[in-house]
């Protein structure tokens, strides 16, 4: 008797769909599964046997073999354990084998029967939807995660009697409520606004900036100026996410199994690995090959904080991911691309001591450790961070005077309104999102200055020594700030801003 | 460099390990001549501690005694032995003057007779490093030979100024002459030397810096000049250990007045009260040597810059003191990003500079 059922694996973030086939057939006793199935999915067959017989259900006592189809894809992971399980009953006639033919079956089992969530059924589910599969069964535990898809009806299920009896018609279940997008992004509201930041006018302007434009950032700042708060602001400056930026990133933490509580990443995700983090844990990689932070920070930002303190060989492999927006991972038993389009915003001090340049502490180094210290920190890195700027330390006693600032509420407006001006002028170069993504030949094309600002420029080169990389990032940024005051072209107001944020590049660090 | 028979033994009597000028004076005063040492070792038995005759006898060889000469010719450098004729005079004021004085580049500067040394920290504040470069060099055009200590900070900018006006300097060190300290000055002790001064240092040439040898070097910057000039420092630092060398020495002392809160003004603020003479402009220095004469007060000295209205509330504001963006934008109310770009102009034009810090003042 042979019985076939669907189901989905994982494939980078792609959900892949198995058809699982179960034959039982007279001989021996066996239970054997075929198709390259990993540890997780062999071992199945103790908690599918278990399962079935605690549910109340006979084994059979013949010979099973379970083939998961293209039999060539390496399996993993225990989300096959309740498609063999119910393909097993439909070849008893428990359940009726038609009926789950064309439906897809996705969970893992508990001894006694019960389903518990497994990770990735979000691409899973998308996956299923382009497939045109429209009923999928599910462990109620991952219900939340498929909210936000419409088409595709998705059953959730506690345990296996739940699945037999909605087959057979005895039981049925609601199929998951879909909720739109917009009802899905609360409303703005933060741990940390720019409100509660006091002073600091200038690293502000500069985040804003940076946001706006997508900028990647490095601030430099004496300990306890406020670097690192400033940073987890910036999430809620930036703009908000479409659903289809909402649903890539979703898809990645499905994947990496960190899913957040409503199902649906509705903010931009913000990361912040410890300064110890592995090259694998940064980028990706593992047996599994699943996603690192920098996949994590999708659409998001990657916080570095104390930037000198990583692993040389650590930062250097940001450097491809950080170019490509994706990175792609290479295992024996797999090849995963990740997307991996983050903001990268990173701190570090001035030097060992951290009081270079501060007016509240004396700095106790010599200009050789400042010297050894800032070359921890690559050339090529610096050269994809537009911009350096400067954090200043606020002595006590002018925190307490200084009146609230403003919200980042009405900078995000700004922000948005900026935004929306690059989407429009970039509408018909898809892989353009943002003024920090141009490459040389689009900065001629989308980037026309006034005389005075070409003037400027060139003064600033003489007078500055700007490298050609500096260049160009100078009139990125311009671009941005531009942007923020919704003008055309840019003109000197803006370059001159901009060569504020090149503080690494300023003669006083060499 | 051919050295005299009698000067030959007194160079490498000098050079044995332990031989401090106090127990090289004793020998010399008490049994006249270093050859005698050299063919009697044992007549300064009673004379000199236990573990420095053992070294002497160590020394006693043929072969160290080439091997010191050797080293001396191979590195360009010339000894001078405190009763040699080319040796300072002015050393001789000290209650121990350098056995020996190792010396590369030009020896005859040694003998000249304007000389001022400036000291101050190994971190100058902006300040501090504008008020050096500004005083060498006005005082190194009037032909006055800049001494000091190579150390970071002051020195070097003491040094690397007096180069650029084309001025000559010595520079004493606390190390010997081979074991360059701090090593990333060995540019600067180059172009010290090609510029016609002299580094000078009363250490054998292969040994290290030690502790000691840093304040010890300070009596010879001390005795070789005229005067001290004492720009910043802490009131513990080598600098003010100069200045009471200066003061045993009957010396001039100037020194550089500073606020009463900034730690590094202590040491020059604190000579002042004690009857230093207070170093407003080089002039000061100049006049009081009468090494030279104050030029006529310039007709407005500064030039006239156009300012527009936004441009002139920041220069007036950055003239009383430098300010940090923050405190800028707290007091002109401007918004960041007009700042931002005044800002940015007054720095291409050459007005006011920015620092380390976000902050910026007038240069």
Known sequence: MLSTTLSYGLSGIDGIQITVEVNVSNGLPAFEIVGLPDAAVKESR?????????CGYPFPDDRITVNLAPADIRKEGPAFDLPIAVAILACQKRVNPNSICMRAILGELALDGSVRPVRGVLPMAISAHDHGITDMILPKGNEKEVMCISGVNFYPVENLTDVVKLLSGEKPIAPVETIEFSRMIQSREHAFDFRYVKGQRSAKRALEIAAAGGHNVLMVGPPGSGKTLMARCVPSILPDMSFDEALVATRIHSVAGSMPENGLLTERPFRSPHHTASHVSLVGGGVHAVPGEISKAHNGVLFLDELPEYRRDVLEALRQPMEDGFVTITRVSAQSTYPSEFMLICSMNPCPCGHYGSKTHECRCTPNDIRKYLSRISGPLLDRIDMHIEVESIPAERLSDEQESEPSKDIHARVENARAIQRKRYAALPSLACNARLSAQTLQRFCPMDKDAREMLNLATQSMGLSNRAFTRIIKVARTI????????????????????????????? | MEYEIKEQYRIWLASVRGMTPRKYKLLMETLEDAQAIWDNPDSAKDLIDEKTFQQL????????????????????????????????????????PPPVLYVRGSIEILKEEKMLAVVGTRTPTFDGKKTASEFVKAISEEDVVIVSGLARGIDTIAHESCIQSGGRTIAVLGSGLNSMYPPENAELCE????????????????????????????????????GVLIIEGKKTSGAMITAANALDLSRDIYAIPGSIYARLSEGPNHLIQNGAFPALSPWDILEAERWGVRPGEKQDAKKKISLNENETVIVNLLEIQPLSFDEISKQTQFSSSTLNSLLTMLVLRGIIIKTPGNSYRII
Request: glycine letters at 4%; charged letters at 30%.
């Open chain 1, 482 to 510: 531009s942007d923020l005051e919704g003008k055309s072209k840019i003109t000197s107001e803006h370059i001159a801003e901009a060569l504020q944020y090149r503080a690494i590049d300023d003669k006083y660090w060499h």
């Open chain 1, 46 to 54: 103790e908690r599918i046997r278990a399962a079935v017989k605690n």
């Open chain 2, 57 to 96: 006898k160590k020394a006693r060889a043929q072969e160290a005694f080439i091997r010191l000469f050797y080293t001396l010719d191979k590195s360009g450098i010339t000894a001078l032995s405190s009763s040699h004729a080319d040796y300072p005079e002015s050393l001789l004021d000290l209650f121990d």
């Open chain 2, 191 to 226: 172009n010290i030397i090609q510029t016609g001064g002299a580094v000078v240092s009363e250490m054998p040439p292969d040994e290290g810096p030690q502790k000691w040898s840093f304040p010890a070097r300070n009596r010879i910057i001390a005795a070789l000049s005229k």
